[in-house]
């Protein structure tokens, strides 16, 4: 009965290099009885070969269990270890302190109750410190044990304590947090790790042990019933379960609940857990629940309480973590996720980046790795969410990369813009079939890609004569006249360039909206614009056409100039030279314009256009 009604705490351990994170950790699991003698044997023979106490016992080693770890003495993955007090149970998260791996601290830090933040009494703080620290308030730890550790390193003198309290709270004032408690130890000899210690009689506060076991991280209010779909589970004609793991609230049956995004309401008719039937689930249990009637749900749709709905929205303002090599570039397409749903999304702005020493709130275009930002978000789809402060699991998101597939941030939801409720589609009399038809033709945006010199503008010119002197409605957009008017206020940055390709494809979708060919004559050099611009476009209307060219013949070439500037120098963020062209993958229609004349290849790209 004592051991089931024990509540369990999950915390991680964080803060910069070297600060002993891994250590406090392995000193927590041997006094809490939880390494067993073959371990503490494996241990010990461990630390004479790679530990980093002269031959005694090196507790790190518990947690660090990759051969790099164990070679280089540092913590590169987030290790996971489990202990229990008679008080409470344990989940502990060690993650690394190299900035290279912030993304492994957010991880840890995304399901934990508190953290224990580690500083070198030798050093102080420093700027991991902080980010951490920054990083553990976004994500929602309200609990922080700063614990000044290697206090033996420096006497255990108490005003070197004081100050580096005195130093963070100050620091950690804008952080929010519900609780700071600090705590002077020295994880190497146990000193105020589970027991008080007697070399540090200055201090009459709790050890770290005590403190976590008598912490309260109870919530405070009782949440609503949230439940995303994650698979929808069929064997047979007889049952159609719908399984997910709760998100906040319980659920019975009998329990009137409204389905999102339909807005459907029905009553839960039977709770499974497992292969049971149980009266009630509460947050945390994986389920798979029934209906009254039948239902049309899927993966990614989410069931809650009817008297109590979710709201949806495509447009938030959402707190940040960029964790991607390559910048952030507002207007580029990511996918995200929210709990169960995917869909594609796109920063519409950056509204500042944090300082992490300062906590300043300065203005930004892109951001790099490990920046802290808030920014506006849209999304492709209405999701169903929640505030990241009220929920976790419904307010948390990932983005992907839509190419490589790599996680590039970590976000967190703060509210849905109000333009996202204010602003609806227009049922409209007319559409863009009945404006095709009266002009005898079928829509189409060719768009076509390649670097200064190669040709576009020659071919795409010709194309629009050939297409007009057939009767067809077209509009050429090209990429030197549309930075006259347009887009005039962009340069030649990546960030400027992903938002000209932006514009140009929401006009360029228009204009086929109205019935026209439109030609798109740009560089373009980017894969994932060229495909956000493709996306706007129903089946077969989008037609690329790579106009290729070898970097040598565009410079001879160089009709513009442009090259001669950039090689002296004068012209910065020239693709081809000192920017990069990412060469389509699977294009309609291919040309070399070293081997195919103009004509002939206007003939290949109205043979493809007529055929389709």
């Known amino acids: 009965m004592g051991a089931a009604a024990k509540t369990t705490l999950r915390f991680i351990t964080c803060g910069s290099v070297d600060d002993g994170k891994s250590t406090l950790i392995g000193r927590l699991l041997h006094e809490s ?222 329990d009137a609940v409204r389905l999102l995004p339909s807005g459907v309401e029905t009553a839960i008719a039977k709770v499974h857990a497992g292969f049971d039937e149980v009266d009630r689930a509460t947050a945390g249990d994986s389920v798979a629940v029934t209906f009254a009637g039948e239902v049309d749900l899927s993966r990614g749709d989410v069931v809650v309480a009817a008297k109590d709905p979710a709201p949806m929205a495509d447009q938030f303002e959402a707190r940040i973590l960029w964790l991607g090599g390559h910048a952030l570039l507002p207007g580029r397409p990511y996918l995200l996720r929210i709990h169960a749903k995917e869909v594609t999304a796109t920063v519409t702005g950056i509204k500042h980046r944090l300082d992490i020493d300062s906590g300043a709130r300065l203005a930004a275009k892109t951001l790099a790795m490990n920046e802290i930002a808030v920014v506006n978000l849209s999304t492709s789809h209405p999701v169903v969410f929640e505030r990241y402060a009220d929920n976790r699991v419904m307010g948390a998101f990932i983005l992907i990369d839509k190419l490589t597939f790599e996680t590039v941030a970590a976000g967190m939801v703060d509210f849905a813009l109000r333009r996202a409720s204010n602003i609806h589609w227009q049922a409209l009399s007319l559409d863009k079939d009945v404006r095709a038809a009266i002009k005898h033709q079928r829509p189409r945006c060719i768009w076509f890609t390649g670097l200064s010199g190669s040709g576009k503008s020659t071919i795409a010119n010709l194309l629009e004569k050939r297409l007009h002197a057939d009767g067809k409605h077209t509009y050429l957009l090209d990429g030197d006249n549309v930075r006259h008017g347009l887009n005039r206020d962009l340069g030649f940055t990546e960030a400027d360039r992903v938002e000209n390709i932006r514009r140009v494809s929401e006009v360029a979708r228009l204009m086929v909206d109205a019935g026209l060919i439109v030609i798109v004559s740009f560089i373009s050099p980017y894969r994932a614009e060229r495909r956000l611009a493709r996306g706007m476009f129903g089946e077969g209307e989008f037609v690329e056409v790579f106009v290729d060219a070898p970097l040598a013949v565009c410079e001879a070439r160089d009709p513009k100039g442009l090259y001669a500037k950039a090689r002296r120098g004068d012209l910065k963020n020239l693709t081809g030279i000192d920017s990069n062209y990412e060469v389509p993958e699977a294009p309609e229609v291919h040309l070399d314009t070293t081997s195919v004349h103009p004509e002939e290849s206007v003939d290949r790209i109205l043979k493809l256009v007529s055929d389709t």
Not at 121 to 142: D, E, F, N, P, W
Not at 168 to 175: G, I, K, L, N, S
Not at 207 to 212: G, K, M, V
Request: charged share 25%.
């Open 33 to 254: 009885r939880s390494v067993y003698d073959d371990q503490m044997a494996a241990l010990e023979r461990d630390s004479r070969e790679y530990g980093t106490q002269g031959g005694n016992v090196d507790y790190a080693l518990l947690l660090d269990g990759l051969q790099a770890e164990r070679e280089q003495g540092i913590t590169i993955d987030v290790a996971y270890r489990f202990f229990a007090t008679p008080a409470r149970r344990y989940i502990v998260a060690d993650s690394p302190g190299h900035e290279q791996y912030t993304r492994n601290m957010a991880t840890a830090a995304s399901t934990g109750d508190a953290a224990v933040i580690l500083v070198d009494a030798r050093k102080g703080i420093l700027v991991q410190t902080r980010r951490h620290s920054r990083i553990a308030a976004m994500m929602g730890i309200a609990h922080v044990v700063l614990a000044v550790n290697k206090m033996d390193l420096v006497g255990f003198d108490r005003e070197v304590f004081e100050g580096i309290v005195h130093e963070y709270r100050r620091f950690a004032a804008e952080c929010g947090f519900e609780s700071l408690t600090a705590i002077p130890l020295c994880a190497l000899e146990g000193d105020n790790v589970t027991q008080r210690s007697r070399r540090i009689r200055w201090y009459d506060g709790p050890s770290l042990l005590e403190y976590l076991d008598a912490l309260d991280v109870a919530p405070r209010r009782e949440l609503a019933f949230r439940m995303p779909v994650r698979y929808v589970n069929r064997p047979n004609q007889d049952f159609r379960g719908y399984c997910g793991r709760i998100a906040a609230g319980s659920v019975a049956p009998g």
